[in-house]
């Protein structure tokens, strides 16, 4: 395993591979399904377009896009929160003073 904060995020985000996603899921037991798989990889090519996590209403506006599902999805797949595991699961810094919701 990559390095992580005391928090269990990754330290370097660049350093995150699909295997280290599977992973993170498990510690939080989660079975990743092709729904997560939409989330986590619009949140890692927003990442990379962007350079910062992107807001839970991006990634629930991407999900039901490509899912047609509802706002409320996303939470269901996360039961723990958007910053608590999806954004762990993708590699993502822990995101510091922003609304998730």
């Not at 995020?9 to 399904?33: F, K, M």
């Given at each position: 395993?990559?390095?992580?904060?005391?928090?269990?995020?990754?330290?370097?985000?660049?350093?995150?591979?699909?295997?280290?996603?599977?992973?993170?899921?498990?510690?939080?037991?989660?079975?990743?399904?092709?729904?997560?798989?939409?989330?986590?990889?619009?949140?890692?090519?927003?990442?990379?377009?962007?350079?910062?996590?992107?807001?839970?209403?991006?990634?629930?506006?991407?999900?039901?896009?490509?899912?047609?599902?509802?706002?409320?999805?996303?939470?269901?797949?996360?039961?723990?929160?958007?910053?608590?595991?999806?954004?762990?699961?993708?590699?993502?810094?822990?995101?510091?003073n922003w609304s998730t919701g």
């Amino acid at each position: 395993m990559v390095a992580r904060d005391d928090e269990g995020y990754l330290v370097e985000p660049d350093s995150w591979t699909e295997e280290i996603a599977r992973q993170l899921a498990a510690e939080e037991e989660i079975e990743l399904t092709d729904e997560h798989w939409v989330v986590i990889r619009f949140m890692r090519d927003y990442h990379k377009d962007h350079q910062v996590t992107p807001d839970v209403r991006h990634a629930m506006k991407h999900l039901k896009e490509q899912c047609g599902a509802d706002r409320n999805r996303i939470f269901q797949l996360f039961p723990y929160g958007y910053v608590q595991q999806a954004c762990k699961i993708a590699g993502m810094i822990r995101p510091r003073n922003w609304s998730t919701g």
